[in-house]
DNA sequence: GTCTATAGACGGATAGAC
DNA sequence: GTCTATCCGTCTATAGAC
């Protein structure tokens, strides 16, 4: 058996990609130094642009090493739930849970650093920045397209727009809550104990998500009153 | 009268505080630098420190120009439809609007830069950095403070915890809301024509986040699927 | 209050030895 | 693949003239 080099758990590439998703998301892409990750990987400074080609590549890896995984897995699930039914429609439920659970599942995922990435993806979703924009919109664009006909399907009433605007809000609040659960002391005071047991917690984010979607569509009335 | 500069519309700290909300919201603290704010604002590179003193006192200022007089015509509102209700309870409705109504009015005021700002605090939320969050959290006090009680009383059966989640989740919609409106057609593949109708937004929103609020408490069989 | 000039630290990237 | 050394640009902040 040969020697083993000091350095792992793992290999050289895969320590800096977990460096980055940790550094990432306390800092941000431009507040993160090479040389902060670098050090933090254990690695050399000149590493990630031998394994990467530039700092841009490497954010560009961070999101595809987890991303595509995570929609592969998202249509899977709904593959499966849909063979299950036979012919018949599934609950707006089940598909909610098929496209959440993946997310915060990974909150839970401390071991192998997949909280980090859930928690620097739900920041990411705010940053206007346009090539990572791109990217993300591509990363997402076939679990998109998989779960769009799915809700048209399961809720066959409802007005086109009116469905798309409580998709983009649904992953809203996904995209808050996996990136900000530790805050919600702002607004009870005190931490609850439960924030990150992920089964309560998606039995919770799936109430208030699958009430929001299947909420009455507002009226003309609603549109003055707001004015 | 007096000859004016060249410079206005507006006197230096103005145009600064201005120039650091476009530019924070559009490429974040760090990836701003005061050289490109100061060139942006047409002022000196040295005026910002003469002004705030550092850096991160000028995005302290950013905060504290909008978001005291956000949170007080909250509150003031919040009294408003109390008063006119005599001493009948609020509907969740009516309180969520005073809430995000705010906010979403700001999305149209590209005049004076509101948008820049709202844009600029649906992405700060997320931001994990513990000095933004203490600040944010320390200017929000006086209307979670407010607003807390007023759910509570609204909605007198629901349990606290239940609740403090429910008020994150809406909370979060709104921040998603206000951050990322503008990719919507992720989800659409096109652009809808009324993103910025922020009356036709402000009654999509409520209802979606009326009916999360007020969704059916999940049950311990939900708890149990989600495994 | 506004300017220029500059200090002094840090940024990403690369050349070239091993 | 990994290392050291270094180029060269940019950063925040300040000193001091006007």
Redesign the pocket.
């Known amino acids: 058996m040969p020697l083993r080099s000091i350095?792992p758990p793992h290999?050289?590439?895969t320590r800096i990609l977990d460096a980055a998703e940790e550094l990432f998301m306390q800092h941000g892409f431009e507040g993160?130094?090479?040389?902060?990750l670098t050090a933090k990987a254990g690695?050399?400074?000149?590493?990630?642009?031998?394994?990467f080609?530039?700092?841009?590549a490497l954010i560009e890896a961070v999101f595809r090493r987890r991303l595509d995984a995570m929609n592969a897995q998202r249509i899977a699930e709904l593959d499966r739930l849909e063979k299950e039914a036979g012919g018949r429609a599934l609950s707006p439920n089940a598909i909610i849970r098929a496209f959440v659970g993946v997310s915060l599942r990974m909150i839970e995922d401390a071991r192998d650093g997949g909280r980090n990435f859930i928690r620097l993806l739900g920041r990411t979703y705010s940053d206007p920045h346009k090539p990572i924009r791109a990217l993300i919109g591509q990363l997402y664009a076939p679990a998109m397209a998989r779960f769009k006909p799915a809700f048209e399907r399961a809720l066959p009433q409802m007005p086109r727009d009116e469905l798309i605007w409580r998709l983009h809000f649904m992953f809203g609040t996904l995209a808050y809550t996996i990136a900000a659960t530790d805050t919600v002391h702002l607004i009870a005071g005190c931490k609850p104990e439960d924030r990150y047991d992920a089964r309560l917690l998606e039995a919770r984010l799936t109430a208030f998500l699958e009430a929001g979607l299947l909420a009455p569509p507002h009226t003309a009335e609603d549109v003055k009153k707001a004015a």
């Open positions: 350095k290999e050289t590439r993160t130094s090479m040389r902060l690695a050399n400074l000149a590493a990630v642009n031998y394994h080609g530039s700092k841009d």
